[in-house]
């Protein structure tokens, strides 16, 4: 897989061909060949098929998480899809998304890819300059916004935006005028007539086709645009699901993390399409603690000062202890990380050592998991920037144990991840290969 620093302006050899035998209207008609997955937008589809009933997404609303079946998420993206279509947007056009994680952004993502166009997430902490030459750079004829405040930004540099010919708000509600449309507004765009036209477009991606641009903040300069393939994220999507022995529909995933980027876009857009499992919406940062201990999520991904944070705010609860307790606490943090040095380096805990932890887990370490939220959590991860080998030791103490994970926007995300058998905190050691668990996969150092 080879990415680069490019403007999007797709040859014509790859679009769409309406003289496919598997481009007819009307009907998904793709044969994947063995071992080889299905882009995203079509394993979308076929779970959606599958798991009619089941909840793909939920939101919180007055303190309460409000579910959407996978029936319902299938029926929006198709509705975006029609509306991209008569908007006129075009196979290989690049169609920019810019706020905070919400349904509308997954559903404008998936609907792009649907249509044979390529989605470009851009930070929600993007200054204005930034914002104007992602748009420019990608030459974007649609953006979909999350506020009115990003609206009226992008009105201010509509003029040199000649590429851009309609904004939509994932918002409803406001003003709104003939280059500014509510997200109500927009759906209603999507004629019936207008889905054989989808249904060709989905039928005729391709996994060598782009699939996505991820603009890095990079070192130097503006920020670049990786492209990555269609193959290159159901891949990788795959791989990642099979590391992690996703349990399909039953995980629960906390979706926090800007979706602009790559490691964000796998864990709420890319695994959920082929696993069928449910996205949580968090609808504020500074209430991530609080969602945790509401969704209990089976899978959950930190950056480092996710993990800081927490690991701050626990050991000042513990250092609140007094008396037996305080005594009880310090046992429990010197059991664990004990049980887990030794486990963690390929070595077997004695039979003391496990009676040990077995009761330190029963006094303090399920306690402290359920307090947080993580209690039912079977994968726990921390990436995209190095984190403190004393602060993943911290964690061990409490029976909870953090993987890293190393990769990068060329990557499609997780490159190696430090699973069962593969986390060595004795040394300075990152993991296994995440592609293992596809055949064929390799990594390769320049």
């Known amino acids: 897989m080879v990415q680069q620093a490019f403007k999007p302006n797709p040859p014509q050899d790859w679009l769409p061909d309406p003289n496919r035998p598997d481009a007819s209207a009307g009907k998904l008609n793709v044969v994947a060949k063995p071992n080889e997955p299905l882009p995203t937008p079509q394993s979308f589809a076929q779970t959606a098929k599958r798991l009619p009933n089941h909840p793909a997404y939920y939101v919180r609303r007055d303190g309460q998480w409000l579910p959407t079946t996978w029936s ?38 998936i609907a792009v890819m649907t249509v044979g166009a390529v989605p470009a997430g851009i930070y929600w902490t993007s200054s204005s300059p930034e914002v104007e030459y992602i748009l420019d ?26 590429n851009l010919r309609q904004v939509v708000r ?15 507004d927009f759906l209603a765009l999507g004629r019936p007539e207008l889905q054989g036209e989808v249904d060709k477009r989905l039928a005729a991606i391709r996994l060598d086709q782009p699939g996505t641009y991820i603009y890095t903040s ?42 602009a980027h790559v490691a964000e876009q796998m864990i709420s857009l890319h695994n959920p399409a082929l696993k069928g499992f449910p996205i949580y919406y968090a609808n504020k940062l500074e209430e991530l603690s609080q969602y945790l201990v509401e969704v209990r999520p089976t899978i959950f991904f930190g950056v480092p000062r996710v993990w800081e944070k927490m690991h701050a705010a ?31 380096n390929g070595e077997r805990p004695g039979v003391w050592l496990s009676l040990q932890k077995k009761l330190a887990h029963s006094l ?68 296994r290969f995440t592609k293992d668990a596809v055949a064929g996969g390799a990594l390769r150092l320049p």
């Open 314 to 344: 626990i050991e000042a609860k513990l250092a609140s202890a007094t008396g037996v307790k305080a005594r009880l606490a310090r046992w429990a943090l010197n059991t664990g990380r004990r049980w887990h040095d030794a486990d963690l």
């Open 170 to 184: 994932m918002s409803d509600g406001g003003p709104t005028d003939g280059a500014t449309l509510s997200w109500e």
């Open 72 to 109: 319902d998420y299938a029926a929006q993206v198709q509705a975006a899809a029609r509306a991209l279509v008569a908007l006129g947007v075009q196979p290989g056009q690049a169609v920019c998304i810019l706020g905070f994680n919400r349904p509308e952004w997954a559903i404008m993502d």
């Open 364 to 431: 303090v370490h399920k306690k402290v998991k359920a307090a947080i939220g993580l209690d039912q959590a079977h994968m726990l991860a921390s990436g995209a920037a190095p984190i403190a080998a004393e602060k993943l030791k911290f964690f061990t103490g409490l029976d909870i144990v953090v993987r890293e994970v190393y990769g990068q926007s060329e990557s499609a995300g997780a490159s190696t991840i430090s699973l069962r058998g593969a986390t060595y905190q004795r040394r300075k050691y990152c993991g």
């Open 218 to 259: 990079g070192t130097t300069g503006p920020a670049k645009a990786v492209e990555l393939s269609h193959g290159n994220l159901a891949w990788s999507a795959r791989a990642l699901c099979s590391a992690l022995a996703s349990n399909g529909e039953h995980e629960r995933v906390i979706s926090y993390l800007p979706l």
């Open 137 to 162: 750079h990608a030459r974007a004829p649609v953006l979909l916004v999350d506020t009115a405040e990003r609206a009226h930004m992008i009105a201010a540099m509509r003029e040199r935006l000649i």
